[in-house]
């Protein structure tokens, strides 16, 4: 029977794969409630400071209407014709917004309204920098509306720049309008010394061409299309065949060829004319498209007092939520990467198969007095002291009663509070009527003697070397049914006298004299001590520091254990600070329960 109940210690892990345990998640940020929001006022305070130093902002917006435009290449073409349908594509567009956020344009713009003054800039490439931060440009779908939207923190400012961003890119336009009709068309015509002469041409798309005049005149479409001037080449090209004719018939003085000559120089003449007279058709036309203007304001922005909604309530909140994420995103890796055992729920996820016994609360000065290590003696109605008596029923049920008459207790490390958790026990034990013999077998580090303010002169390591009798090392405890068998002085090889027919002597004396043994070893890493205390009685207890002794070392010394033929009969998680961790059933409540239960009446 007593055999059956094991189970209720051992978390056995289960092949399958388990389903995400919220319930644990949701305590894992309830642990860490007060990390959280701590930061989280952190965050939101700084954050309201920053909002708060942020000024208002003001928006103006002014509407410009760019006209259809005349192709580069054929000013002076009738606005119906088909020439001009390439000026009327998205990218034509997305063209005019680059120009008016260009650099060149802004760089008017500052120098119009002063705003190196304003701003304290000096270099004008970064006042212009400033105004492309504030503008915003933004086509009216299905239109040739555009608004130019200035974002600034005073509403003059704002109207400003919207309305100088407008009339700075009018007169860009102009200028480029100005380009084809004063730069280009007024050098065709005139004569030049190098008939050679190139010029560069770069039309509104940006599409750069270096072109002799002779090139760049033949390429108008007005006069690819004139009927004059093509009537003139079609008579060109037939007197030039009739005269090669000639040539070949008659010498260079004969009448007909000299006829011929002349109406061919005729003809050439004629045309260049004809080229000269539609180049100055194209002057008069772009001069008066210049007039007339492409690009007109539709809407001038006007001074707007009352600011945009700022953003001050969202910035604090995004920051408030961007810190809880991040604060939860932190929580989540330290815990994927704690490798240590805090809980009961921290065996099993971590696919650890030991029995738990249960946890001893870590130890705090408004609770008992840390210094005063008998905790099962002098605050009998503690919870800590509640804990001890809860693992001493645990390890009651662990195993056959004959089996549990001697424990050995151990660790991993030293320093997970082995001997505080073992003293305590056999104070437990005492005290529900048991006779019970406390042994130190660390002859390395002993600390019975102190914990119980007794000499040391002679203890365990004086039977195993010499014919004592057991009488002489066994000391009586001032706690009832609690007697001690101290360390003894130090020995050079504790393994072996521990591994002696002396120490199996003594522990078939003392299962006999007492109705529990209970053995203080040394912890296991780096020693052989425990394993040897530990292959005599088949078992040991392991005592886990909370929040420390990593998951790896515990496996490997439970697979060391294993191989030696030992048992762990049950782990000990000490140190457990139950005010943040919770165990399954055995949660922090039940601790403060049993105090306000036991609690005397203050009436």
């Known amino acids: 029977m007593p055999e059956e109940r094991v189970a209720s210690y051992i978390p056995y892990g289960e ?333 099993e996820r971590k696919g650890m198969v030991l029995p738990f016994l249960g946890p001893v609360p870590f130890l705090k000065k408004k609770v008992v007095d840390p210094s005063q290590k008998k905790i099962g003696n002098y605050y009998k109605n503690s919870e800590v002291a509640e804990a001890f008596r809860y693992l001493r029923v645990a390890i009651n049920f662990s195993a056959s009663p004959e089996s549990l008459k001697t424990l050995a207790f151990t660790s991993c490390l030293p320093h997970e509070g082995k001997s505080f958790a073992t003293h305590n026990i056999a104070i437990s034990f005492a005290m529900d009527g048991n006779r019970t013999l406390l042994v130190d077998a660390d002859m390395r580090r002993p600390v019975v003697h102190t914990t119980f303010r007794m000499d040391n002169v002679t203890g365990l390591s004086n039977f195993l070397t010499s014919k004592i009798e057991l009488e002489t090392v066994i000391k009586e405890s001032f706690i009832e049914n609690l007697s001690i068998v101290t360390s003894g002085p130090a020995s050079p090889n504790p393994g072996e006298i521990l591994n002696s027919d002396r120490m199996r002597f003594f522990l078939e004396e003392t299962r006999k004299r007492y109705d529990r043994v209970i053995i203080d070893c040394p912890p296991l890493t780096g020693l052989g001590d425990a394993y040897v205390v530990g292959s005599l009685l088949g078992q040991v207890i392991l005592v886990i520091h909370a929040g420390r002794t990593p998951v790896d070392l515990i496996t490997h010394t439970q697979k060391q254990l294993g191989k030696a033929g030992v048992k762990i009969l049950g782990v000990i998680l000490s140190m457990v600070d139950m005010d943040k961790e919770r165990h399954a059933g055995y949660s922090k409540h039940y601790y403060h329960t049993y105090s306000r239960y036991y609690q005397p009446d203050q009436a």
């Open 15 to 347: 092949e399958a794969e388990k389903p995400v345990n919220f319930k644990y998640y949701l305590f894992l940020f309830q642990k860490n409630f007060y990390v959280i929001i701590t930061f989280f006022m952190i965050v939101v305070t700084f954050a309201a400071i920053y909002a708060s130093k942020i000024s208002d902002r003001y928006v103006a917006s002014t509407q410009i209407m760019v006209e259809r435009p005349q192709t580069a290449w054929n000013p002076g073409a009738s606005s119906d014709g088909g020439g001009e349908a390439e000026s009327f594509t998205a990218d034509y567009y997305a063209t005019q917004i680059e120009i008016m956020h260009s650099t060149a344009v802004l760089k008017q713009v500052g120098q119009e309204l002063k705003l190196n003054e304003y701003l304290g800039i000096e270099d004008e490439d970064l006042v212009a920098g400033k105004i492309q931060g504030m503008v915003s440009i933004k086509r009216v779908p299905a239109t040739r509306l555009f608004d130019i939207t200035v974002n600034a923190d005073s509403p003059q400012m704002a109207a400003s720049v919207a309305n100088a961003v407008a009339r700075a890119y009018i007169r860009k336009n102009f200028e480029n309008m100005l380009y084809y009709s004063k730069e280009i068309l007024a050098w065709l015509p005139q004569k030049e010394k190098d008939p050679n002469a190139t010029i560069s041409v770069e039309d509104p798309f940006g599409n750069v061409k270096q072109m002799t005049r002779e090139e760049l005149t033949e390429s108008l479409p007005s006069i690819q299309t004139d009927a004059t001037i093509r009537s003139f080449r079609e008579k060109k090209s037939f007197q030039e065949a009739e005269l090669q004719q000639l040539v070949k018939q008659y010498r260079e003085k004969y009448p007909l060829m000299i006829k011929a000559r002349s109406n061919l120089k005729f003809l050439e003449e004629s045309i260049q004319m004809e080229k000269m007279r539609v180049i100055d058709g194209l002057k008069t036309q772009a001069e008066g498209r210049f007039k007339a203007g492409q690009v007109r304001i539709i809407e001038e922005a006007k001074i707007n007092q009352k600011p945009v909604k700022n953003n001050r309530l969202i910035i604090v909140l995004v920051a408030g939520m961007a810190e809880l994420v991040l604060s939860m995103l932190i929580i989540l890796l330290l815990d994927f990467f704690d490798d240590t055992i805090r809980s009961l729920e921290d065996f």
